[in-house]
C-alpha cells in the first residue's frame, strides 16, 4: 500500500485543467490502486489525481455505508446528463481540510467514464454518490467547492488555509 501525498488548497496543481488519459497502462493502474489507499486512510469517500499532483481525468471514489468497501475508479468521467432537482449538502474536501460548507448541486447525474479495465460505461448516481462525483469532476477543471461560495467567505478560508500550512511545516 502506498500513501500519497494530498496537495493542500492554495496550490496550483489544484487549479489546472487535467488532461484526458489516453492509455490506462501501468502507471495509471498504479495510481488509481495509490488513490484508492491514500483515500481510505484519510477516510474520505473521494479523490482525484490533481490531488496528488498528477494533472490527470482520474477519480476514484467510494460512498458505500460504512463496514463495506466498494471503490470504483472513473477515468475521464464526463457527466452527460444532470438532474433539475438540486440538493443541499455540506462538502468537505481532503485538499481543505477541517472546512465544511453547504453547496447546491444537482441531486443526481448520469455520468460517462472508461474504467479501469478500459471498458466505456455510463452510470447514474444519485444521494451522495451524486454529490461526490460532481465535486470530483469539478478538481479535473481545476475547481474545488469553495469556489461556489461568495467571494469573502471563500478568502477568509484561503487566509486560514495558509496558516494552516504554514503551521503543519513548522511542526
Ligand atoms: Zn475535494
Known sequence: MTELIILLHPDPRLKKICTQVINIDESIK???????????????????APQVGILKRVVVMDCSEEGEKNPITLINPEIVWSSEENSEFEEGCLSIPNIREEIKRPSSVQV?????????????????WA????????????KLFIDYLGPIKRSFITKKMKKY???????
Do not use: P, W
Open 112 to 128: 460517462k467514464f472508461t474504467d479501469i479495465s478500459g471498458i466505456s460505461k455510463e452510470s447514474y448516481f444519485k444521494g451522495l
Open 165 to 171: 500550512k504554514k503551521d503543519i511545516i513548522k511542526k
Open 131 to 142: 454529490i461526490c462525483i460532481q465535486h470530483e469532476i469539478d478538481h479535473l477543471n481545476g
Open 30 to 48: 498504479r495510481l488509481c490502486s495509490d488513490m484508492i489507499d491514500t483515500m481510505y486512510k484519510h477516510s474520505g469517500v473521494g479523490l482525484a
